[in-house]
């Protein structure tokens, strides 16, 4: 699932608990680069940080019984220092990430980008216009219409983000201006006396 959902992005299988896949990811994790786990709480992210320390320096607990769901545990962010060189910041669960800017939008949804560049319109939404490429793309089964939703969704975010931060700028600079004018009638105000 997770290589479907991103095919551009490198995807390890790896379990604290039997050491599958450890040692991979502790490959990937080489001196001066950084690895953050992060998902929701009871995941097993604690669990998987001791597996690639070699020792338990985190506190775990085993899943409940009842539901068989991960138990929250961890309740503040380390930084680890890894026995191959990296390191690894283990912290508690999050619901929800958010991008920071739209640097690697394109980048993960490689080959989005890739058929939406062959759409007749440059502006092109993938919805109602003739000569969408990613709507021939799905219509031919070459790619997840989730996954389009998912890039339409993110852009979307995106494109909200950005509207804050305008919004925000503008009223930083309507507010710089109004300080200026305020400046400047009070020398001329001081002038004429």
């Known amino acids: 699932m997770a290589r479907a959902a991103a095919p551009a992005a490198a995807v390890e299988v790896a379990s604290g608990l039997t050491g599958e896949g450890v040692a991979a990811l502790a ?15 009871g995941a097993g992210k604690s669990t ?4 690639l320390l070699g020792r338990a320096a985190q506190r775990t607990a085993p899943v409940r019984a009842s539901d068989e769901r991960g138990v929250h545990t961890t309740s503040g962010r380390e930084l680890f ?15 929800e990430l958010r991008l920071w800017d739209a640097s690697g939008l394109d980048a993960t949804f490689e080959d989005l980008s890739a058929l939406a560049a062959r759409c007749r319109f440059r502006d092109c939404s993938h919805g109602a216009e003739p000569g969408c490429a990613v709507r021939e793309a799905i219509a031919g089964g070459r790619i997840d219409p989730a996954r389009v939703e998912s890039h339409r969704k993110l852009a979307l975010e995106l494109a909200r983000q ?5 919004g925000g700028a503008a009223r930083a600079e309507r507010e710089r201006w109004k300080a200026v004018s305020k400046e400047l009638r009070r020398l001329s105000r001081e002038r004429r006396r």
């Open 81 to 95: 220092p890894l026995p191959g060189g990296g390191a690894l910041v283990d912290g508690p669960g999050i619901r």
């Open 27 to 41: 490959a990937r994790l080489s001196p001066g680069r950084t690895g953050v786990l992060v998902g929701p709480s």
């Open 48 to 51: 998987l940080t001791n597996a």
């Open 162 to 166: 950005a509207k804050r931060r305008e």
